[in-house]
């Protein structure tokens, strides 16, 4: 989605937003004023030679202004590619974290240093690597798989990094047949409902996915027989049970484009529903979702604040990007 050169006026925003059943919050003056800060945060990313990489659970303003809108391993890998000097991350600090760890010479700024992730901060990495010494005495052919959603320090002690959207597939092509998969719990029982392998849980999960029960599913489900069920892997098992498909966020974006189905449920952070919602504006998705609040602290205000005065850079020591580096890299070779 880039914004770049485009200058929308407050009513051309309210218009866009209309369909978001938000009135507190896109009402005609807060689009008007919105408007004006996107208008300078153009002019700052012209001048900084800088790019807005957004996730897909970001505010819909946050939308306006971003050069490319996708998943966490999308916007890192986009950050490599770009020519740009300077990246303004709006996601959470991890994301910012692996964009650096791919694009070191480059500027990786985040716009509010609160914007944490309680899933990636379940798992320390000195209590992984015992763990892993530990279990390694009963299957010496284990491997450490962790999430992307992990910090750089997990990254570097891992043996290969895994998305939502190619886990299966990484861990089915690992010369192993025992895998301690971190931090997620309910992306690991997934998992391990898909292999033969066998699959060893941390004990973490996303607040967020992990508060969506099968109530909230069947509330819909009755009252919708036929609404289509997307449902993302970071969910309880109970709830993934009554899916229709279970996907990635960016892989929901894609399902619902190219599905002949005109009523969808999405199950995972409700800023993903909002971006459906912009993006296919002739179906219709209903949200059994919760709000990341740490997705929610990244605000235009401090996306312009970041740019003004090039504040909360992400600095990584060079060991830890570099062991961080290597299970990227061969996750990107076993995704191939």
């Not at 763990?131 to 992990?150: C, F, G, I, M, S």
Request: glycine share 2%.
């Amino acid at each position: 989605m880039d914004a770049t050169e485009q200058q929308r006026s407050g009513s051309d925003l309210l218009e866009t937003y209309a369909r978001l059943d938000q009135p507190h919050l896109y009402s005609a003056d807060a689009c008007e004023a919105m408007a004006a800060t996107i208008g300078r945060i153009q002019a700052l990313k012209r001048e900084r030679d800088a790019v807005i990489l957004a996730h897909n659970y970001q505010r819909p303003e946050i939308f306006e202004v971003a050069d490319f809108v996708g998943d966490s391993l999308e916007l890192a890998r986009q950050g490599q590619q770009m020519d740009a000097e300077v990246i303004v991350l709006c996601g959470v600090h991890f994301m910012a974290e692996s964009a650096k760890i791919l694009s070191p010479q480059k500027t990786v700024l985040i716009p509010d240093l609160r914007a944490g992730c309680s899933l990636a901060d379940s798992v320390d990495p000195d209590e992984l690597v015992a763990k892993r010494d530990e279990l390694r005495v009963l299957y010496p052919d284990l491997q450490v798989v962790a999430y992307v959603n992990t910090t750089a320090a997990v990254k570097a002690v891992v043996d290969v990094c895994v998305t939502s959207a190619n886990a299966v597939k990484i861990v089915q092509r690992l010369p192993t047949d025992h895998i301690l998969f971190v931090p997620d719990e309910h992306l690991a029982n997934y998992v391990q409902s898909e292999t033969a392998k066998t699959v060893i849980s941390w004990n973490g999960n996303c607040y967020v996915h992990h508060q969506i029960t099968p109530e909230n599913i069947l509330a819909v489900k009755n009252k919708m027989p036929n609404v289509k069920v997307l449902v993302h892997p970071e969910c309880r098992t109970d709830v993934i049970a009554l899916a229709d498909a279970v996907l990635s966020t960016s892989g929901m974006v894609r399902y619902a484009k190219e599905s002949p189905a005109q009523e969808f449920l999405v199950v995972t952070e409700c800023g993903l529903t909002d971006k459906l919602l912009l993006e296919v504006p002739e179906k219709t998705f209903y949200k059994a979702c919760k709000l990341c609040q740490f997705m929610k602290m990244i605000t235009l205000d401090a996306t312009e604040a970041a740019l003004q005065k090039m504040q909360f850079a992400i600095e990584l020591e060079e060991s830890v990007r570099q062991g961080a580096e290597r299970s990227l890299r061969r996750m990107l070779e076993l995704s191939a």
